[in-house]
DNA sequence: CAATTAATTCGAAATTTCTAGAATTATAGT
DNA sequence: ACTATAATTCTAGAAATTTCGAATTAATTG
């Protein structure tokens, strides 16, 4: 994963309401969640919580799957996964020099 | 480690400039680099240079010390290891489960 | 004390983000 | 076909971010 990916990903889970997002489906699994249930959880107006989770999809943190008239949200962990090692390796090459 | 203070953190970091400062800081080490050694480097003209350091002073992702006429940033470790527990703890619960 | 250096603050324009109601699309049920 | 449901797209205003030159502050040097 390279800089500006790295950047584009951490600026949409640096938005309280994108947060809550992801930290919902985390909790919901591996089977996801439906926007219907995120907005009836979160309360974020439909047209809001439709324009984060566009974000949010566009840089790879979750997947939407259409199952008829629904959409299930689900996380992609490997993504998060992915900035994860990115901030261990990138940023924290200091932190055993405690 | 508190939601919006995560979300704002990562919001910091979520700018191209600001992670490569952040980066640069951490190659630099403890003893930090100048604002001036930064914006040699990354060549970014010095307002726009000091107007993120603030803004990443201000969430706590770097420490900025006056040395007589320079200012020392020191990149704070502590602040992002608490950032990647808190994706682990909080983001990260059904990765087991893959 | 004038000049230089290091960095910030000011100010202002350009861009992006955020928000949410209204309209629209798509699918399902009666 | 009509209605209800799920979600998006449209639109537009408000707010925040980004950018950077110019002016300013603070500390050092000659």
Redesign the pocket.
């Known amino acids: 994963m390279e800089h500006d990916a790295v950047a584009a990903s951490l ?1 949409e889970l ?5 947060l809550a997002v992801f930290r919902f489906l985390v909790k919901a699994g591996h089977q996801g969640a ?4 995120i ?1 009836k959880a979160l309360g ?12 949010m999809a566009k840089v790879g943190l979750i997947l ?1 799957e ?1 199952r ?5 949200c689900i996380p992609e962990y490997q993504h998060l996964e992915s900035l994860i090692s990115f901030l261990r390796e990138e940023c924290c090459a200091g932190i055993s020099a405690r």
């Open positions: 600026a640096g938005n309280s309401h994108r439906s926007v219907g249930d907005q974020i107006p439909a047209s809001t919580l439709s324009h984060h989770l566009a974000r939407q259409k008829s008239r629904t959409i299930i």
